[in-house]
């Protein structure tokens, strides 16, 4: 039996988010603004109506904005990745094999035949927008690339209305004829230029080149992407791409500042979440970087920059373990008297937790030790920033400068919305 592949993709993802608990917004154009509030990262359906650009910064379109009555608001990915979670979970009732694509886009296996794909996906929509309040689009195909292309026309196509099935083969050449191959995924900028030159300029144009000829062009992986077109899957689960060699997590300061204590909690908070990070990739880190930094545009003699490293006795994934170590390299590159903007920690040294066999007395792998991490994780993954070490901090008055923040409504009790 073949399978079937549905793309849930949901709509102006950030956007959406915010209206749920906001109906009173339902049609007023919305953006959400990156951190420190600099430039737009996500737009309501209304926003872009207004033609307002992805990445704008914000105070060149301020007064626009303002005319306009958009409403604006900072990120607030505790919200977004609650809500993703949501999401996922109710896609996880409908398939067994769920591969989460990116925070609003997962693949699902349906159960089922071609006959079953259309009213499966059906039913997925209606209920994550009951669930949820948000809204979808679901592409249903015999392969992922087909489904991703299906999904694209679900959302902007108001003929299919929110779900579209591409297993028959007519849906399937109207798509293909009515789409432009830089729309196809994997297909970029430079690869776009290379098939233009060939003479392919759609989707169809590629699904009916020679296979051998475009490898020839380009590479295995534009072939595969003509196989997939044509329905043949080549895309497989084992193809998961490769382990990541590093882990970063910095952050720019809302205010500058050279209090030590302040750039221990944003170093220690760093590294808590590429611990987190660690942990949810199934891996260990064996090296440790912290790097500070002042703001730039300064005059030489005020602007300072450091980073120091250090080789832990053993790989570990234990959040206590990499804060204690990125706070004493913290100390041997603070220099006092200079106002810090930026923090980072990178976790490098990666190697997979399964294939690792501990030291015999090594002080990383303990039973304690890993239900403490899976029991902070488990806290966090229902209520994020709940479980914390000390050495975070409470007030976190480093964080970047979100002054239009919602509520975390899903999250956090205090903010949990109010009925009258």
Known sequence: MRKIFALVDCDNFFASCEKVFRPDLDNRPLVVLSNNDGCIIARSKEAKALGIKMGAPVFQ????????????????????GDMSNRVMKILMRFSPDVQEYSIDEAFAVLPGQAD?????????????LAETGLSTGIGTAYTRTLAKLASH????????????DATDSG?????LHDTSVEDVWGVGRRLLKTLNNAGIYTAEDLAK???????RLTSVVTERTIMELNGIPCILEENEPEARQQIMHSRTMAKTTSDFNVIREAVSSHAAMAAERLRKDGSLSSSITVFISTPGFRDESEMYRNSGSCVLAEPTDDTRIITKAASE???GIYLEGFPIQKTGVLLSGISERASHTPELFGLSFSERSDLLMKTIDAINGCMPGSAALLSEGTSQVWESGRNALSPAYTTKWTDLPEAR
Request: aromatic fraction near 8%; charge should be positive; charged fraction near 25%.
């Open 116 to 128: 079953t794909a259309a009213p499966t996906a059906r039913r997925i929509r209606q209920t994550i």
């Open 61 to 80: 379109v301020r007064d626009f904005l303002r005319r306009h009555h958009v409403a604006v608001f900072s990120s607030n990915f505790a919200l977004y």
């Open 153 to 164: 026309n679900a959302k902007h196509n108001p003929v299919f209305r929110g779900t579209c």
């Open 171 to 175: 849906t399937i050449e109207k798509i």
């Open 209 to 215: 080149s020679d296979p051998s000829r475009i490898r």
């Open 329 to 331: 390299i913290l100390k």
